[in-house]
C-alpha cells in the first residue's frame, strides 16, 4: 500500500513530486523518497517517519530537474528505514524505481543477481527491479522494463526513469493500481490520482501488462510484445476527498472494497509451491513448535474475535489447547502458563495498552510471544519473540474491516504451519487447504464486483430503523456473528447483541417480539442442521431472520425472511466471505440512518490507553 508518483515535464518537478506525496500519505508512510534526473545523474533523497522528515531535507537537492519519481512506502519486506526507503538504484546508478505491492519471488532473483555480482544495499524486494532493468538494459528503458516483468511474481506496481534516457518514465501494474495523468507539456504516472489532482483531470487507467511510457508529449501504451495499445482517456470530478477514498463515498466502504487486494497481500510469498506455508520471522524453531503445550490468544475488539477463529484453526487443524482471551481480563489475572505456552497477541494498530500489558504478563510467566499486526515497528513487534504481518495495508476508518479479514487469514495460515510441523497434517492436507485459500481473494473481488453493497444495501435498508439486532451463529459463525454485530454498535449505534444460537433457549429468546431482526451466520458446516433447529426457535417467536448463506442453498428461503448469499467455500475459510456481507449490512445500515461511518462517536482508531 505505498504511493508512487512520477512527473515528466518542463518545469523543476522537485517540489511537484513532493505536493504529490502529501496527497498520497492516506495511503501509509513510513518512510519516502524522491529521485529526480539532473544533469546526467540522479539527485536523490531518502527519509524515515513521516513527509515532515523527507521536507526537512528537501532543498539537499536542487529544484532543477524535470523528470522524476517519488514514494511513501508502508513497509512490508524490510524495516523501515533509508536504506530500505524507495527509490531504489541499480549498482552503475543509472536506474532509479519506485515500486507498491510485493514481489514474491525476490529471494531467488535476488540471489541469482548477487551470483552474477549485483550488489544489493536494501532488504526490500523492491531493489530486485532495479537490478533486473540494469540487466535487461540494451539501449531500451521500455524494453528493460517488460523483460524485468518477465521474471517477476507476485503483485505490483514499478515506475523506472534512466539518466540515459531523461525524459521518459516507464511504468507498469500487475493487479495493483497505476493511473496516467495526462497534463499540458507534462505528464504523471501515480499509484493514485490524488497525486495530481490539483495538476489534471484527464486520467488513463492501464491495466494489467500494459507498459505505459510517459514523455512531456504525452503517454503511449504497449503491451508486453511491444503493439500499441488505445485506452481512452477520463476526466474525473472528484474533489480532493473523494480522490482520496478513490471514488468512494467514505474510507470504510473503501477499505471493505479493498479487501481482495489486501487478502493477496496476506498470501503473497507466504504459500509454496509445493502448497506448503512458509511463515518467516516468527521467531519459532521446529524443536520451540514441538514444545509447544498451550496457546493463549490476547486481544481486544475486532482483533479478539480474529483470535476466536484461530482458536477454531489451531485446535482443528495443530491439535492444540486454545483459550482466548480479551486483553484488559487477561492482564489482572493470575494465568497458569509458563515457557511451554505460546501467547499469541492479535492487535492490527500493535498499540493498543491492554494487549501490549497481556503481552508482558505472558512473557514474565515464561510463554513465548508471537505478535500478529499490521503495522511495522509497532510496539507490538518490538516487544515480541516473532511477528506475523497481516499486510493489510494503512486502514482510516475506525471501525476495522481489511484488517480484520487478513487478521483471520493470517491465523490459518499460522494454524496450518504449525498443524504441518507438528504433524498434525499432512503435506497433502494442507496442500487441500492452501489451494483452496489461493482462491480466495478473487472469489471475494467477484462477489464485490458482482454488486454486493447494492444488493445488501436493499436489504440493510429495510432493517434500518430496527432499534435492536441479534446476532447468531455456531461453531466459526459464532465470531462472524460477534464481529458483525461489533460492526453495527460501532457505526449504527444501534443495541445489538451476539449469541451462540444454542445458547438462545437459556435466556435470549425472552428479547424476541414479533417483527424483532436476527442476523444468523448460516453457511453450509456439519453444524447447520443444529443451527437451523435455533432458527426455527426464533422464528416461532416471530423474528424476522436475515441469514447469510452459502451460495446454492435454496432451502434457507423457506425459513429465512431475507438471505445473503456468499460463494461457498470450505467451512474452515468460510468467515473469509461470511463476515463481509455483514460488514455491508452494518455499513448500510449506518448510512440509512444518517450516521458519519468513519468517525463513529466516542471510539478512536487506536487505543493506546488502558
Ligand atoms: C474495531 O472495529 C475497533 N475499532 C476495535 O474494536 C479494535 O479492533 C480494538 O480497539 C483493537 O485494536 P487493535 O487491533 O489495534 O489492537
Not at 523483460?147 to 506496481?157: D, P
Not at 448469499?565 to 461470511?578: A, I
Request: net charge negative.
Amino acid at each position: 500500500m505505498c504511493g508512487i508518483v512520477g512527473y515528466v515535464g518542463r518545469r523543476p518537478c522537485r517540489d511537484i513530486l513532493f505536493d504529490g506525496l502529501r496527497k498520497l500519505e492516506y495511503r501509509g508512510y513510513d518512510s519516502a523518497g524522491i529521485s529526480v534526473v539532473q544533469d546526467g545523474r540522479f539527485s536523490l533523497l531518502h527519509s524515515v517517519g513521516n513527509l515532515d522528515n523527507l521536507e526537512g531535507i528537501l532543498d539537499q537537492i536542487e529544484n532543477g530537474g524535470t523528470t522524476g519519481i517519488a514514494h511513501t512506502r508502508w513497509a512490508t519486506h524490510g524495516r523501515p528505514s533509508s536504506e530500505n526507503a524507495h527509490p531504489h538504484t541499480d549498482c552503475s546508478g543509472r536506474f532509479a524505481i519506485v515500486l507498491n505491492g510485493i514481489v514474491e519471488n525476490y529471494v531467488p532473483l535476488r540471489a541469482e543477481l548477487q551470483a552474477e555480482g549485483h550488489e544489493f544495499t536494501s532488504q526490500t524486494d523492491a531493489e530486485v527491479v532495479a537490478h533486473l532493468i540494469e540487466r535487461a538494459y540494451q539501449g531500451s528503458l521500455h524494453e528493460a522494463v517488460v523483460e524485468a516483468y518477465r521474471q517477476m511474481e507476485g503483485h505490483f506496481t514499478y515506475c523506472v526513469i534512466a539518466v540515459d534516457e531523461p525524459d521518459v518514465i516507464v511504468g507498469i501494474r500487475k493487479e495493483t493500481p497505476l493511473v496516467v495523468g495526462l497534463g499540458d507539456g507534462e505528464n504523471y504516472l501515480a499509484s493514485a490520482i490524488p497525486a495530481f489532482l490539483s495538476q489534471t483531470r484527464s486520467v488513463i487507467f492501464p491495466e494489467d501488462a500494459e507498459v505505459v511510457v510517459i514523455t512531456s508529449e504525452g503517454a503511449e501504451l504497449f503491451d508486453l510484445d511491444g503493439l500499441p495499445v488505445r485506452r481512452d482517456t477520463q476526466t474525473v470530478d472528484w474533489d480532493d476527498e473523494a480522490a482520496e477514498k478513490a471514488g468512494y463515498e467514505t474510507f470504510m466502504l473503501k477499505e471493505i472494497h479493498e479487501q481482495p487486494t489486501s487478502l493477496a497481500e496476506t498470501l503473497a510469498g507466504r504459500i509454496a509451491h509445493d502448497g506448503s506455508v512458509v511463515l518467516e520471522d516468527l521467531g519459532l524453531t521446529p524443536e520451540l513448535i514441538r514444545e509447544i503445550e498451550q496457546v493463549v490468544i490476547v486481544a481486544c475488539g475486532t482483533s479478539y474475535h480474529a483470535g476466536l477463529l484461530g482458536k477454531y484453526a489451531l485446535e482443528r487443524w495443530a491439535r492444540l489447547p486454545v483459550e482466548v482471551e480479551v486483553a484488559s481480563e487477561f492482564r489482572y489475572r493470575e494465568p497458569v502458563i509458563g515457557d511451554d505456552c505460546l501467547c499469541i497477541a492479535i492487535s492490527q494498530s500493535g498499540e493498543t495498552a491492554d494487549t501490549l500489558a497481556a503481552m508482558r504478563l505472558a512473557r514474565q510467566a515464561g510463554a513465548g510471544v508471537l505478535a500478529v499486526t499490521n503495522i511495522v515497528g509497532s510496539q507490538a513487534t518490538r516487544e515480541a519473540d516473532g511477528v506475523l504481518f497481516t499486510r493489510a495495508g494503512l486502514e482510516i476508518g475506525v471501525a476495522a474491516t481489511k484488517t480484520f479479514l487478513t487478521q483471520e487469514l493470517a491465523m490459518l495460515l499460522l494454524a496450518l504451519y504449525l498443524a504441518e510441523a507438528r504433524g498434525h497434517l499432512s503435506p497433502t492436507e494442507v496442500r487441500a487447504f492452501t489451494d483452496q485459500l489461493r482462491t480466495i481473494p478473487g472469489l471475494l473481488r467477484d462477489y464485490l464486483e458482482a454488486g454486493a453493497a447494492a444488493t445488501v444495501n436493499e436489504v440493510a435498508s429495510v432493517y434500518a430503523p430496527s432499534r435492536f439486532f441479534l446476532c447468531l451463529g455456531r461453531n466459526l459463525g459464532l465470531p462472524v456473528a460477534l464481529e458483525g454485530a461489533l460492526k453495527l454498535k460501532e457505526i449504527s449505534y444501534i443495541p445489538t447483541d451476539a449469541y451462540a444460537a444454542g445458547e438462545m433457549k437459556h435466556g435470549p429468546i425472552a428479547l424476541l417480539e414479533e417483527g424483532s431482526p436476527v442476523l444468523v451466520v448460516a453457511t453450509d458446516s456439519f453444524i447447520y442442521d443444529k443451527l437451523m433447529s435455533n432458527v426455527q426457535e426464533v422464528k416461532a417467536r416471530g423474528a424476522r431472520v436475515i441469514a447469510v448463506a452459502s451460495q446454492g442453498n435454496k432451502g434457507i428461503e423457506e425459513i429465512a425472511d431475507d438471505v445473503l448469499y456468499v460463494p461457498k467455500v470450505h467451512e474452515m475459510l468460510s468467515p473469509l466471505l461470511s463476515v463481509v456481507p455483514l460488514q455491508l449490512f452494518a455499513y448500510y445500515v449506518a448510512k440509512n440512518r444518517g450516521e458519519k461511518v468513519d468517525q463513529p462517536r466516542n471510539l478512536a482508531k487506536t487505543v493506546t490507553v488502558e
